[in-house]
């Protein structure tokens, strides 16, 4: 099982998991070339290859699935169904830490093995959404984590192991810093200002023209402060605390989103690696009532973090938002 340890000194947390060291990797080593799909658990046909489904959502008219929700084989954080909470470690004075106590699901998007995000159809990109959706209410009724993530890992640049199309899900035992600083944001400016402090982030960036995308329903805005070059908030105009309560036309709203930010990439820069995060407000902070309002993030590899980056939190970005906003919208264009 694996441990979550805590640096008193940074305070930062890290997962020791090295029973994952062996996980499979059909990355080509040193090129993003794939190997053959023929060996690939997540495609089609291969379903024995991988834990029993939890979800499968088809599209209509077909009849097998179109998104399929699974365990991982190699979590980074597990939970038996009888077992309640994590365990603190015997850990030496003064560090702290718990067992691995968590949820590691992996969600395969598509059953064909080429398929990408930005070459999805609204239809099936609506799936996607419904089946985030789903599994964040899923664990938020089991009631025993305070706080989910989804992400999606494309390229290796980005950190992937696997090519075929899939985001993931964890479940966290405990609200990671990056969201409790978030929390902490939130709650200030409505102190503050009482007003809610994405929908004051979206107002400047509308004015400023840094919009990539925009139904009236989801906006794709390129931030003022973005961290790094071309990075990408995605955000519902609605001021809501999570995804798990989206209605349908905000959930189809968001798939038409999502894919409009992988052609702005895709046809800014080709086949760029990039993560993408959903910020959901933790449970806690939901039954809590604090303020929050969800957002994805998307954050192209165009460039290494470095030990100024590692040192001190702060970012370096060569390329002005607003210029990052204009190529995105004619990589959209041409797309
Ligand atoms: P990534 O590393 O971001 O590409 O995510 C792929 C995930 O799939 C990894 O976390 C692996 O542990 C997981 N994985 C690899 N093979 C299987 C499999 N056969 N069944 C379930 N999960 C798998
Ligand atoms: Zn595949």
Known sequence: MSELRQDPVSGVTTVLEPERAGRPRDFVRMADELTDPGDCPFCA???????PAR????LPGEASWTVRVFENLYPALTAGPDEEWPRELDAPWPYRGTTGFGVHEVIVESPRHDDTLASYTPEHATLLV???????????????FPCVLIFRNFGR??????????????????????LVHELGNFSQEATERGRCLLCAVLSADDAGGRIVFDDGVT???????????????????????????????????????????????????GDVAFNLVVHDAPYSAQHAGLPFHWHIEVLPRTSDQAGFEWGSGVYT???DPDVAAAALRTGLALE
């Open 317 to 319: 970005n060569v390329v």
């Open 45 to 51: 046909g291969h379903e024995d290859r991988t834990p």
């Open 55 to 58: 979800l499968e959502l088809p």
């Open 130 to 144: 419904d089946a985030w959706a789903l599994r964040i209410r899923g664990w938020r009724e089991d009631g025993r």
């Open 157 to 178: 640049a980005a950190g992937a192991s696997m090519s075929h199309p899939h985001s993931q899900l964890i479940a966290l035992p405990r609200v990671p810093e990056a």
């Open 219 to 269: 906006v794709v805005h390129s931030p003022w402060a973005a961290p790094s070059p071309y990075f990408m908030r995605i955000s519902p105009r609605g001021c809501s605390a999570s995804l798990a309560d989206a209605t349908a036309a905000e959930r189809a709203s968001l798939g038409r989103a999502l894919v409009a930010s992988a052609r702005a990439l895709h046809g800014a820069f």
